[in-house]
DNA sequence: TCTGGGGTCCTAGGACCC
DNA sequence: TCTGGGGTCCTAGGACCC
């Protein structure tokens, strides 16, 4: 039995995800570095030879592509070379020319996606989504097959063996290896799965807090940006355990009291959140950045084909998912990188293109479009089922 | 040659109503 | 005719996450 109070929460995080699933079909590209970003334009290309057909296949460097686009995964040995998630692909070529570039293949990634999530949800059912390649998982009740009732008294070795359970299924049902961590709230939980990456299992208690988690720098704390972090580091802290012990008082006159409050429950490990099983969208956007700026005059017709096109995914989406919505957005990006919304809400929600269209218009003309246009984006929000 | 795309949540001010 | 207070909705921006 698991004693009253106590929660076990577990954290699965998919290893190198995308480009994880990128090496199952591309088994030659194992051990080299390689990232997966930007767009269609560099798929590998394919060579039969005449003689013998064998297929060879080629592939695109880094160091070959001109874009804006930005890495979104990279194998652990790109990482060796100072590239990551999130860094321009320009500038991610400099550091690493010769490393592979995949588009990304987000249809296959979800395939793998809800693979991974069948495999965790026949073992544990409770499951909380947080994105296409991690998931909480409350293990409260979960007991595998060849557990007796009373086989084991320590909560914690038995939600060890459920951990090993289920990386076993994942990598069963996808080939692919995944990180687990298990803790006593979705906080630490989350930390924790990156403690042993790749292939990890961790078990954290809350008696492991200090010892494990306050020397880990206070970015690490899921919640903490690089807002938040910066003004931390310029106060003096620097670790979740220095955060843990800062005054109060002076954290509010910082952040304000809600924020205050709660990065001093973070770093003390103190999180009660539920696993949340169920939720509805609020909102659902899409948005483009141009190959180059365009400018309002001159591009006219052009961000106009652009934007209409954005309504008309818009509402493809609303209408595949069964969602219409009363608050139409818009979203403009400057070569500055200055970003503006502006938002309507109509009497009635709607799933219509044109419709969202017409009233996404409205939002724009209210914007003073002085200088070139990085970025559009069309939202719709407060949405109802259609 | 910096900086994607799809989201959620929070804050804060103003309108408006009682 | 000198100025309350609570509640809700709407809008804009920003931090943060995957």
């Known amino acids: 039995m698991t004693p009253a109070g106590l929660r076990l929460i577990a954290h699965l995080d998919m290893d190198a ?11 030659e ?45 990279a194998t652990y040995e790109a990482r060796a070379l100072g590239v990551g ?5 320009m500038k991610a ?43 909480y998982i409350d293990l409260a009740g979960v007991r595998l097959p060849e557990h007796d009732a009373d086989g084991y008294d320590d909560p914690w070795w038995r939600a060890r063996d459920v951990a090993k359970a289920l990386k076993a299924a994942v990598r069963e049902a996808t080939g692919l290896t995944c990180s687990i961590a298990v803790a006593p709230n979705k906080l630490l939980a989350k930390i924790a799965s990156e403690l042993d990456k790749p292939d990890g299992l961790t078990i954290l208690r809350e008696a492991d807090v200090p010892a494990r988690i306050w020397p880990l720098p206070v970015r690490r704390v899921n919640g903490i940006g690089p807002k938040a ?12 355990g220095e955060l843990a012990h800062a005054d109060p008082a002076l954290l509010r006159v910082h952040f ?17 959140r539920d696993v949340v099983t169920e939720s509805e969208p609020k909102s659902i956007s899409r948005e483009t950045t141009f190959e180059r700026d365009l400018s309002a005059r001159h591009d006219r017709e052009r961000l106009s084909e652009i934007f209409t096109w954005l309504c008309e995914r818009v509402a493809a989406d609303l209408a595949r998912k069964g969602y219409a919505g009363r608050t139409i957005g818009v979203k403009l990006r400057f070569d500055d990188f200055h970003t503006v919304t502006r938002d309507a809400t109509l009497e009635a929600a709607t799933q219509d293109a044109k ?24 939202r719709v929000g407060a949405l109802q089922h259609a």
């Open 17 to 27: 995800f995308y480009a994880s699933v990128e090496l199952l079909r591309y088994p």
């Open 29 to 73: 590209l194992r051990g080299r570095p390689v990232v997966i970003g930007g767009g269609r334009r560099h798929q590998p290309a394919e060579t039969a030879d005449p003689a013998t057909g064998a297929v060879t296949r080629t592939f695109a460097k880094l160091a070959d592509y001109s874009g804006r686009g930005v890495i979104t995964t």
């Open 85 to 89: 998630s999130a860094m321009g692909l």
């Open 93 to 135: 070529a400099r550091l690493a020319p010769d490393a592979v570039l995949l588009p990304a293949d987000f249809d296959r990634y979800r395939t793998y996606s809800r693979r991974f999530k069948d495999a965790v949800r026949a073992i544990a059912p409770r499951i909380e989504d947080r994105g296409i390649d991690e998931i």
């Open 229 to 240: 972090a910066g003004k931390l580091g310029a106060l003096g802290f620097g670790t979740v």
């Open 256 to 272: 304000g009291a809600h924020y205050a409050e709660w990065l001093l429950d973070a770093a003390q490990g103190r999180d009660d």
């Open 355 to 378: 419709e969202i269209r017409r009233a996404a218009g409205q939002c724009l003309r209210r914007i003073e479009l002085r200088r070139r246009i990085r970025l559009l984006g069309v």
